[in-house]
């Protein structure tokens, strides 16, 4: 078993990890990158290995910094499976086609503003979407669905188990086995990981044992605050703005922390 981690590394987006075993290779997520737009998209669009060598990929959530450079590598010749649970599938089917449209109004707008430099005598080439919407709807029946807790086979010698990673809907841990020549190794996967109360979903599993761990650490090195503590601070923020007749824009924009806003200010709102 072989690990070379291609994102998520040294930064927090764009999770990508290639995994060689018995002859073959997958990865572990096919993120996109988010962050400056010429350095992103470089990344983005230069995959470091030949999409078509790709047997399958395991996807541990919907979220686009893990799932959204799926349609790059369905563009760039990737056939195979890519296993996620039936959730996260779901939502892809949303997100992937969501994230293409978004990609082509940004070209559109970009190669309209060359336009306008062209007039002043500045020249940029033209700007192509990173893939499309067509590329989004190519991927989307590629996905296999794989429930929590059901083994699944992706070679004789290598299987995974997926776990509730509690993090969004469908969101899971994954436990990798390879088994060859009687040896056996477990490499587990943690995609991102929630914390315990939230509401709607439901908390994070414990993972089985394993020799080997690869783990999100974005917020490693803090510490969150209580639930209850953002309900009365949003309680506050409302109750103050509301008295002086003003409006609220909150930028929540996150699957998963969205949800949970709406949830809060239902319940807030029955609570008058
Ligand atoms: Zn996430």
Not at 88 to 113: G, P, Q, V, Y
Not at 226 to 249: C, E, F, P, Y
């Amino acid at each position: 078993m072989k690990v070379t981690f291609w994102g998520a590394a040294g930064g927090v987006t764009g999770s990508m990890h290639l995994l060689e075993s018995g002859g073959k290779r997958y990865l572990l997520d096919c993120g996109l990158n988010q962050g400056r737009r010429k350095d992103a998209d470089r990344k983005n669009r230069e995959l470091p290995f030949a999409a078509s060598s790709i047997d399958a990929v395991v996807l541990s959530h919907a979220h686009i910094d893990h799932s959204g450079n799926l349609p790059t590598l369905v563009k760039h010749g990737f056939a195979g499976p890519i296993c996620a649970t039936p959730a996260t599938i779901d939502l892809c089917n949303w997100m992937l086609s969501d994230t293409a449209h978004i990609h082509e109004k940004d070209a559109e707008f970009l190669n309209k503003r060359r336009e306008h430099r062209k007039a002043k005598g500045l020249e940029d080439g033209p700007v192509t979407p990173l893939y499309t919407m067509a590329d989004a709807e190519r991927t989307l029946p590629l996905f296999q669905p794989v429930p929590y807790h059901s083994p699944h086979c992706l070679a004789p010698e290598l299987s995974y188990v997926p776990y509730d990673a509690g993090h969004i809907l469908g969101s899971s841990c994954v436990v990798l086995h390879e088994a060859s020549n009687g040896a056996r190794v477990r490499l587990a996967f943690s995609g991102d990981v929630g914390r315990p109360n939230l509401p709607i979903i439901r908390d994070p599993e414990a993972m089985p044992p394993a020799e080997y761990l690869i783990m999100e650490s974005t917020y490693g090195g803090r510490l969150h605050k209580d639930v209850s503590h953002v309900v009365n601070k949003l309680r506050d923020v409302v109750v103050r703005t509301a008295r002086r007749g003003g409006r609220i824009i909150v930028p929540a924009f996150a699957v998963g922390r969205t949800q949970q806003l709406v949830l809060m200010l239902h319940q807030l709102a029955n609570r008058k």
